[in-house]
Each structure stands twice: as C-alpha cells, then as structure tokens.
C-alpha cells in the first residue's frame, strides 16, 4: 500500500532541476507534476447515461470518482482538473443521478476517461432511488471491462462508513487481482490537526489493509481542496495508471 504526500511532492519539488541534469534534460523542463497537472486540465464533458447500457463501449482507460454525496467529490474533480464547474455539485446532495464520462488527452485523440458516478448516502434521497443507484453502481464497479481505476473520496473527518465499505466490496474481486487500482482521498484535510491527520491515515491504512494483496495497487493520500494539498500526488498517481506501458 502506498501513503501519498510529502515524500512525493515535496521530493519532486526539490529535485526537479538535479533529475533533468542527470537525464541529459534542459533547465526549465516541467516536472512530472506540472505534465500530470496539464493531462488533467484536458478533461472535458463526453457524455452523460442514467443506466450503464448507455454507457458508450470503448478500450480507453476509464477512471471511476466516487463517494458519499457529501465527502466533497465533485470539488475534487474540479480541482485536479482545474476547471471550475466541470463537475455539477447540486445543491441538493445525492440528487445526481447519472454517470457523467468526460475524455482527457488530445481532442482528436483521447486516452482515457474520467466517469463522475453519483454520490451516495444521502438520506433526503427516496429509498427506491438508494436501492436503483446501489445496483448500478454495483454492476459498474464488478463488471464495466474498460475500468481501471477508482478513486473513493472519503471525508478525513468521519473516516469510512459502513457505505464505503460497501462500494470497496463490490470492486474488492478486482483490485485483489490487480485489474482495478485503488486511490483513496481523505478529504477535507485542512479541517484536521497534524495529530488528527495521522490518526486518519493510520485508520484509512487499517481498513485498507484488509483489501490489500501483493498483487493490488492500493494507494491514499489526505487531500484538501482549499488548500490544494495532495492534488498534485493524486494527479500523477492517476496519470501513471493511464500512461503505464
């Protein structure tokens, strides 16, 4: 299992200029960072489906964002991509219900997609509507052939609730296998002490323990939108899924 942050970043950061060196790179040349940062930023909206026979057949690397609907998932999206409002966050969590594909890469020739499905938990959302949902995304999660990666937003406040749980068992067959890699964002970070954030950490490791095998890609990382802390490591973290040979 990998713990995201400082070790990366800030190494990054720091040694940026003394890799290039040593690669026979050009003073100036953009850091691993800087190009998964500028892939992201291409994403833009392809298609929207309610059911996942709408969803369009295609060997692109598909990436899933989930998440409780208030664990601050559409926020995340809008940030690693840095647009705005690429992501709808209603004013009424839970009300989306639809699977949204947007393309990354270049415009003629996308190479991989990002699939914003609906947030869940939400209890002002009519029971029917819960139980629809739970199935869709069930049948998403174990079955969707061109899935490679999830990323499960949970708030680094109220760790992993039964729910989350629920969404990891569902995928946990693949990311066993290797098939499916797993990026867990403990959101909302900045509304934690140093002391807090290592106890979220060491609680998100112990779940994710348990789903972790020599051939599972497992990854976490606290993550704040407003202070943008860990979205460079999510960024290359996901790049490197896609772009793997």
């Known amino acids: 299992m990998m713990v995201l942050g400082d070790r990366m970043s800030d190494q990054n950061k720091t040694t940026t200029g003394a890799a290039s060196d040593a690669a026979g790179g050009l003073a100036g040349q953009p850091s691993d960072e800087d190009i998964a940062m500028g892939w992201t930023h291409t994403a833009r909206f392809l298609t929207t489906a309610s059911e996942l026979s709408q969803l369009p057949s295609t060997d692109l690397p598909e990436i899933a964002f989930v998440g409780r609907s208030n664990a601050g998932k559409s926020t995340a999206i809008n940030?690693?991509?840095?647009?705005?409002?690429?992501?709808?966050?209603?004013?009424?969590?839970g009300r989306t219900q639809h699977i949204n594909l947007f393309e990354l890469g270049p415009k003629l020739q996308a190479n991989a997609l990002f699939a914003d499905l609906p947030g869940y938990g939400y209890a002002a959302v009519a029971k029917g509507a819960k139980l629809r949902w739970q199935k869709v995304m069930?049948?998403?999660?174990?079955?969707?052939?061109?899935?490679?990666?999830?990323?499960?937003?949970v708030d680094s406040r109220l760790g992993f609730t039964d729910l989350d749980r629920q969404l990891?068992?569902?995928?946990?067959?693949?990311?066993?296998?290797?098939?499916v890699?797993?990026?867990?964002?403990?959101?909302?970070?900045?509304?934690?002490?140093?002391?807090?954030?290592?106890?979220?950490?060491?609680?998100?490791?112990?779940?994710?323990?348990?789903?972790?095998?020599e051939e599972a890609d497992v990854a976490m990382t606290l993550f704040s939108a407003l202070k943008k802390s860990g979205v460079g490591d999510a960024a290359q973290l996901i790049h490197g899924w896609v772009h793997a040979k």
């Not at 940030?79 to 969590?93: E, G, H, I, N």
């Not at 174990?142 to 999830?150: F, Y």
């Open 138 to 153: 069930a049948d998403y999660l174990a079955l969707r052939r061109s899935l490679t990666g999830v990323v499960l937003m």
């Open 79 to 93: 940030v690693l991509t840095q647009q705005k409002r690429l992501a709808f966050a209603s004013k009424t969590p």
């Open 181 to 213: 890699r797993l990026l867990v964002l403990l959101t909302k970070s900045d509304k934690l002490n140093r002391s807090e954030a290592n106890a979220s950490l060491a609680t998100a490791q112990e779940v994710l323990g348990e789903y972790t095998t």
């Open 168 to 179: 990891i068992e569902f995928v946990s067959p693949r990311i066993a296998n290797g098939a």
